[in-house]
């Protein structure tokens, strides 16, 4: 079955501390992978995707993640975190967009 | 930017009611979908809509559950009897293509049945 894996339900970080969310894919997903973000009681934004091409794709809020086949992930990252990064973190893949179960970032002052 | 928006944002419902949820996708979007989180869980693909009708569903989306675009602008999505475990977010989403492009997302109606 098609899947995309989010191994950490919750990554707690200091404030200006880097970053990164671990998500894996199995291969039969389409290689379209997504990066979304949930804000305290709002929906689902796009943070960021790789369709094709360059396997490192960046948001405009300093995330980036990286495409890499060989593991089959697209683990996010940020080398320094702010308290408004705080936010539930879901990666998903192509085919009617598959979920992983969510990260949920927390951010220490 | 251009938003799809979802009402209402709650919605309480005695069980073994009918809800319909209630969506207004992009303007210019023509693929529609419904998702579903249930609170604490990951979310789920319920169906997609194009071209009048249900291009894909979920195992979820059973007989109870419907969808319809009454105008050119709504996208509803109804449930006829509902049970307790229907409670959860119902996230409508919106794409100007199907497919590998990413879709936008509304921010949700809360919907809990008592």
């Known amino acids: 079955a098609q899947s995309v894996t989010q191994l950490d339900s919750q990554v707690p970080v200091f404030e200006e501390a880097p970053v990164e969310l671990r998500c894996n894919y199995s291969?039969?997903?389409?290689?379209?992978l997504f990066w979304y973000v949930q804000y305290p009681n709002q929906g689902l934004q796009l943070l960021l995707k790789?369709?094709?091409?360059?396997?490192l794709v960046k948001s405009i809020n300093g995330f980036e993640a990286e495409f890499n086949k060989s593991q089959t992930s697209f683990h996010l990252r940020k080398p320094s975190v702010h308290i408004s990064d705080t936010a539930e973190y879901f990666c998903?893949?192509?085919?009617?967009?598959?979920f992983g179960k969510g990260t949920r970032l927390h951010i220490l002052p | 930017e251009p938003e799809v928006t979802q009402t209402p944002s709650h919605q309480v419902t005695q069980m073994g009611q009918e809800v319909i949820l209630r969506c207004v996708p992009i303007?210019?979007?023509?693929?529609f979908y419904w998702y579903r989180q249930i609170l604490g869980q990951k979310v789920e693909f319920l169906v997609s809509?194009?071209?009048?009708?249900?291009?894909?569903k979920s195992e979820i989306f059973d007989d109870q559950f419907s969808v319809e675009r009454p105008d050119g602008s709504n996208f509803t999505l109804k449930i006829r009897s509902t049970k307790l475990e229907d409670s959860a977010m119902y996230f409508c989403?919106?794409?100007?293509?199907?497919?590998?492009?990413?879709?936008?997302f509304g921010d949700g109606t809360r919907l809990s049945i008592l």
């Open positions: 989403a919106s794409g100007r293509t199907g497919g590998s492009q990413p879709q936008h």
């Open positions: 291969s039969s997903v389409s290689v379209y």
């Open positions: 790789y369709l094709s091409g360059s396997t």
């Open positions: 998903a893949g192509d085919d009617k967009i598959i």
């Open positions: 303007s210019n979007h023509l693929y």
């Open positions: 809509f194009y071209n009048n009708e249900i291009s894909e």
